[in-house]
């Protein structure tokens, strides 16, 4: 909530009968003397009876995609039995993947938000607490969906062969890794 602060208060005497712009001023070169001093006194004027205003816009920090994407990449290049990994907003929407051939980017972000989603309704009406992870196991290997600050969730598809130790630890790192790039 903003309280209302009270305006400062400007002689109207010491204001100029017109304001200058900045706009005028670059383009009115031949302005005189006097009138300079009355530019100057008029914008000294906006100026202090702006600075009580409360501030009220953030600077908003933009995603670096292309960062996302090469984090993404060296994850699943190097990880041994890792086959791809999506981060996805929780609405359901790619954000950055490697995914194996075949695999519909959209289709895969969608399942894996909404997979999340469940999955933390199941564990808070069983009473389970908050969820680390989702793991579905299959003949050929793995998903793992975990999430990844509040804006996303990481789903990392691995072989049948891995160590599940091993996995859940490489899915910590880059989740660690990520984690920064979205905030």
Do not use: W
């Amino acid at each position: 909530m903003f309280q209302k602060l009270p305006a400062e208060s400007v002689d109207s005497s010491e204001l100029p009968d017109r304001l200058y712009t900045p706009r005028d001023i670059t383009e009115n070169t031949d302005l005189s003397q006097q009138n300079v001093s009355e530019v100057t006194l008029a914008l000294h004027a906006a100026e202090t009876s702006q600075t009580s205003l409360p501030k009220i816009l953030e600077e908003k920090k933009v995603i670096n995609v292309s960062m996302l994407q090469d984090e993404l990449q060296n994850f699943v290049s190097a990880a041994s039995d890792v086959q791809g990994a999506a981060l996805v907003s929780p609405d359901g929407l790619a954000l950055a993947s490697v995914l194996p051939g075949g695999m519909d980017e959209e289709r895969t972000a969608a399942m894996s938000a909404s997979m999340l989603s469940l999955g933390e309704r199941i564990g808070r009406e069983l009473a389970r607490g908050s969820i680390d992870r989702i793991v579905v196991e299959g003949e050929k290997g793995y998903g793992v969906l975990v999430g990844c600050s509040n804006d996303a969730v990481l789903l990392v598809l691995a072989g049948a062969g891995v160590k599940q130790g091993l996995l859940f630890l490489e899915v910590k790192r880059i989740v660690s890794k990520l984690a920064p790039l979205l905030a």
